[in-house]
């Protein structure tokens, strides 16, 4: 089945770093794939996402771009603020099979930790 | 804008107690769906909705059961609460031709 691995938390950076978290999946058909932000004691929210293969998804200086040949969706961000300190999911949406119903897959989260 | 609101935020039973975990939207989406989110485990799939009147299970279904009467309500009930089912519960939804899943604020269920 449909699978996420996401890099082991928890991840501690001093501001201003550079980020990288690590993001492969495993799917069947051409899912579209996720990366949603929980701030502590929130619900999650969609931090970017990408359809199709070499798509970039972009947002508040955050990039992941859908690389089909490596199965991956690395989340990056060149200078990180105390602000992004939470709880990161990658995701991945794809279609059921025999029919048009979907199902999200989560990967286990990672928590950043952005020191001043 | 309401988007996903559910209810209530915290709750505490006894082993043994039932409850309902209340879910509305008001976006119009098709589908909606009930998460568990425990520590090193990620989000697990409870029971999803594609449509009013259609429900169908997820990863762990067991001991959750589900109803879609309406299209804005997916109310998600404990038949009878065990400490395995203390966890973080958020309620999502998402449109047939978007695939963006938008979440309520999660209840905190505490199992004693």
């Known amino acids: 089945g449909d699978s996420v691995t996401q890099m082991e938390g928890p991840v501690t950076l001093s501001e201003e770093a550079f980020l990288t978290i690590n993001c492969t999946y495993t799917?069947?058909?051409?899912?579209?794939l996720f990366w949603y932000v929980q701030y502590p004691g929130e619900g999650l929210q969609l931090l970017l996402k990408a359809t199709k293969a070499d798509d970039k998804g972009s947002n508040k200086g955050f990039e992941a771009t859908y690389r089909k040949e490596t199965t991956s969706f690395h989340l990056e961000k060149g200078s990180v603020q105390v602000s992004d300190s939470a709880v990161y999911f990658c995701?991945?949406?794809?279609?059921?099979?025999?029919?048009?119903?979907?199902?999200?897959?989560f990967g286990k989260g990672t928590l950043l930790t952005v020191n001043p | 804008n309401a988007g996903v609101t559910q209810t209530p935020k915290f709750q505490v039973l006894k082993t043994g107690q039932s409850m309902t975990l209340q879910c509305a939207q008001d976006m119009n989406h098709e589908y909606m769906s009930w998460y568990r989110q425990d520590p090193g485990m990620g989000l697990r799939l409870i029971h999803y909705?594609?449509?009013?009147?259609?429900?169908d299970q997820g990863e762990v279904p067991n001991g959750y059961n589900v109803s879609r009467s309406t299209t804005e309500d997916f109310p998600l009930r404990l038949l009878s609460a065990a400490p395995s089912q203390t966890s973080v519960y958020f309620c999502a939804s998402s449109a047939r031709e978007s695939p963006e899943a938008f979440f309520g604020q999660g209840t905190r269920l505490t199992v004693v």
């Open positions: 995701a991945l949406r794809e279609k059921l099979s025999g029919g048009s119903n979907y199902k999200l897959t």
């Open positions: 909705s594609v449509g009013a009147g259609i429900t």
């Open positions: 799917a069947t058909g051409y899912p579209s």
